[in-house]
């Protein structure tokens, strides 16, 4: 899935009218909204499964998890003004179409349009980690605990 497009079909930028591009455009805002809040999930569940946390190396892979959920969030916010920055364009443009350079426009929502594909792709794959390093977590952390409390018992009889 890494060549995921937003775009009907293969032109359609280049040959799309500003009415149908803002409608595009105002599905990527609904899109990056979407992203935004699963990005305040992901970062309760780091905070909710940090507390479990006991040994070291988990410590350290969760930060560097965290770090890479920060960059993500950084580019869903850089994503969401330029989304607006398009969508004031194309306000613009529908009034009075010779204020922008069409062509510049264009290139610049095309542009957009890619780096919102690298977005994804970058967001699904620290979701899969985040998924991945708490299953892992939360297993070997009870696994300890159970050890612990079983350890505990015997010392106790």
């Known amino acids: 899935m890494n060549t995921f497009r937003y775009?009907?079909?293969?032109?359609?930028?280049?040959?799309?009218?500003?009415?149908?591009?803002?409608?595009?455009?105002?599905?990527?805002?609904?899109?990056?909204?979407?992203?935004?809040d699963d990005l305040r999930f992901l970062h309760h569940l780091i905070d909710k499964y940090f507390l479990?946390?006991?040994?070291?190396?988990?410590?350290?892979?969760?930060?560097?998890?965290?770090?890479?959920?920060?960059?993500?969030?950084?580019?869903?916010?850089s994503l969401l003004n330029r989304?607006?920055?398009?969508?004031?364009?194309?306000?613009?443009?529908?009034?009075?179409?010779?204020?922008?350079?069409?062509?510049e426009f264009r290139k610049e929502h095309e542009q957009l349009e890619d780096d919102l594909n690298q977005f994804v792709i970058d967001f699904r794959e620290n979701r899969k980690e985040i998924f991945k390093i708490t299953e892992h977590i939360v297993k070997g952390e009870e696994l300890l605990k159970q050890f612990n409390i079983s350890s505990k018992s015997q010392l106790q009889s």
């Open 83 to 103: 989304v607006n920055k398009q969508l004031q364009y194309l306000t613009d443009l529908m009034g009075d179409p010779l204020v922008y350079n069409s062509d």
């Open 7 to 36: 775009r009907p079909k293969d032109n359609y930028i280049q040959k799309a009218d500003w009415q149908k591009l803002y409608i595009l455009t105002e599905h990527w805002k609904t899109d990056i909204s979407f992203y935004t």
């Open 52 to 77: 479990w946390i006991s040994k070291k190396e988990n410590i350290d892979v969760i930060q560097e998890i965290e770090l890479n959920l920060l960059k993500v969030d950084k580019q869903s916010e």
